[in-house]
């Protein structure tokens, strides 16, 4: 079974207005589709599902959103009828791409959804990470919105610049080019972008290495860390994660990250 809904998105952009978005739950899992529209909150009704008369193309937009019903509806019939399977990342693809309808799914919006699914699968050590990542890009770029095709070689290299110049160690920005290579995969993999727009087989992340001494703890100090008391949570978790890794033999903070609670 497949439920979905037309809603806003959590966070307003500089205009105050919100992203409508397509939010989709399937397997339990959950995913969210912008449809390049936006409205302010006053003027979007959460019980239907629609634009408010006080929006001044409410009817034009709610039409829009009634066609994207009916695409998304007969998507879902094909793939009932015809005993096919689908995930989430079919249906948004077949839904891009059905009928001649075409809507965007920009790098962001797609980041913004893997952040999502990660949050509600209670993987917030990751998330951060990702999150951190989008941050750095959107401060680079100078904007909320970035598509797949403005990441490519060129803008990486001035993207690794930009992260030196604003004092970042190339281990940190190391962090970041692996986590945005993860993303371009699976786009790759979700059929949201075409190999051809894969920016890193040029790149090459392994030229990033670690300058100047590196530093090290002594047993005195070691000590002084497992005595101290956060002051707040930030720092609590920041002294949890770092014991782990010094226990767990110095364990890759990436290989961290990805650990899962296995009961």
């Known amino acids: ?105 920009t790098y962001t919006s797609f980041h913004e959804d893997l952040i999502r699914n990660l949050l509600a699968s209670d993987k917030t050590g990751t998330a951060k990470v990702e999150k951190d990542t989008l941050n750095a890009l959107q401060r680079f770029f100078g904007k909320k919105d970035i598509s797949f095709n403005e990441l490519d070689y060129s803008n990486l290299k001035k993207f690794e610049a930009y992260c030196i110049s604003r004092g970042n160690r190339e281990s940190s920005i190391a962090i970041r080019m692996r986590t945005l290579r993860s993303v371009f995969n699976q786009a790759i993999r979700n059929q949201v972008i075409t190999e ?13 290495k670690e300058s100047g001494k590196k530093e090290y703890l002594n047993e005195e100090e070691i000590e002084k860390l497992k005595k101290y008391e956060p002051k707040d949570e930030k720092l609590s978790f920041a002294k949890d994660m770092f014991l782990f890794s010094y226990y767990a033999r110095g364990i890759n903070f990436l290989d961290l990250i990805k650990l899962e609670k296995n009961s």
């Not at 019939?77 to 791409?97: H, R, V």
């Open 1 to 105: 079974m497949v439920s979905y809904t037309f809603t806003l998105a959590p966070k307003a952009n500089k205009t105050g207005e919100r992203s409508i978005i397509i939010s989709f739950i399937k397997d339990r899992k959950n995913t969210s589709l912008s449809i390049g529209k936006t409205c302010k909150e006053k003027d979007w009704s959460f019980d239907a599902c629609r634009l408010k008369t006080s929006h001044p193309n409410h009817a034009n937009l709610n039409k829009f959103i009634e066609r994207r019903i009916k695409i998304i509806d007969e998507i879902i019939d094909d793939f009932d009828k015809n005993g096919i399977y689908f995930t989430l990342p079919d249906l948004i693809n077949k839904l891009k791409t059905s009928s001649g309808q075409s809507i965007s799914l």
């Open 196 to 208: 051809k727009q894969y920016p890193f087989r040029h790149y090459k992340i392994s030229k990033l």
